[in-house]
């Protein structure tokens, strides 16, 4: 099973997932609902946002984000 699924406390604030789990906009992070809004505020959401539907629409499913590890 992936990682994503099975781990239980988020990559970035180190709290629990129980609550609901997404992938960062900005990087790979399994992160926690409470972190996700938190990033919906950072100034370059949307610019994360639209990058990653760019690259989808070319075929690039595995983008790993503007901040990229």
Known sequence: MD???SQ???D??????ENG????MFNEQCICMTCKDK???D????????REREEIQKG?????GIRGR
């Open 12 to 17: 970035r604030c180190c709290g629990s997932l």
């Open 60 to 64: 690039n499913f595995n983008f790993k």
């Open 39 to 41: 990033e919906t505020k």
């Open 3 to 5: 990682r994503f699924f």
């Open 43 to 50: 100034p370059d959401y949307r610019k994360a946002q639209d």
């Open 8 to 10: 239980k406390i988020c």
């Open 21 to 24: 789990r997404t992938m960062s």
